[in-house]
């Protein structure tokens, strides 16, 4: 099938556009390509599971608050939520069953970041992501030195694991077969590598939160329990500055949710950013990254019968004028939320291939 956009629509259109102008193939998608400089109001953009997020950040950035105080307590409201099976307490666990969190943030103003990687036993990852970025001198921290460090400055363990999420994963571990992540040696042309259906019960849920406060300032946050019963140890794009999110105050910010690996071996949110600082709009920037990844995905393992990704990547991004968008690989439940300051809505995004087509 044809692309929903093709690589001539792309250099036709970024040739054509740039910042704040309309666009010709992305137009029609709601307000996804606003233009004006929105930030008087503030403007917060998440992934569709980040309604109540983008309300309590706004409600923060409204009281004059820096953009990372508002989109770290929006996210927190996911994270402490039980039933929320793919973010902090109730997150689905690893393949031993443990739930590990991985969380990144960054603050435009002072271009600095923080993140953990397989964390367990504390639910909010993305506040300690912060204490890494405000109290030491490091960018990353990962499984047991993050847990001692976040005990150091009073984070309380807790069992992460609800009885609904156990009993999900006792669900996968009474039909593993071949739905683990464990692969026997294989080439890029293996197709059923480890069975055919290794990706069907695969959950990547995350949230990402993107913020621009009354004072121009722009912040993010990236948090999630990974994939679902992923190998142990396993951290994905999430807590990688680059992959999973990333800022620049003078250009915009852009952050993930869908397959991490994908975004590990493209350094994709860095590349958003890097679209948008050179014109494109946040909805271009964002399709652009997904065709990269399509590009580049080469194992026979990880298509569809016609050589398409057989995942999802989504990315949200904002840039500094108050423009935001995004942008997926396949268009089943591609949506965002956005609050504008005024509104706080679901909006529908584009994608670049169409389920069932
Ligand atoms: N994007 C979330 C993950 O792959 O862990």
Redesign the pocket.
Known sequence: MKPIFTRRDFLRTTAAVGVGSTLLPFSGYGKSATTSSRYTKGLVVASANGLRATQKAMEIIQTGADALDGVIAGVNILEDDPDDMTIGLGGLPNADGVVEL?ASVMHGPTHRAGAVGALQNIKNPSIVARYVMERTDHVLLVAEGALKFAKMHGFKEENLLTEKARKEWVKWKESLSNQDDYLPPHSIEDKDVGGDSRNVMHT???INCLGIDLHGGISGV?T????AY?VPG?????PIIGA?LFVDNEVGAAG??????A?LLNCSSVMVVEYMRQGKSPTEACLMACQRIVDHNKERRLQDERGRPNFD?KFYALNKNGEYGSGSIWSSGAKFAVHDGRTNEIHDAPSLYKAGE
């Open positions: 991985d990547y849920g995350t990236t999630t329990s990974g994939m992923k396993r951290v994905g794009d999430s999973g993930s949710t869908g397959r991490g690996e975004n990547v």
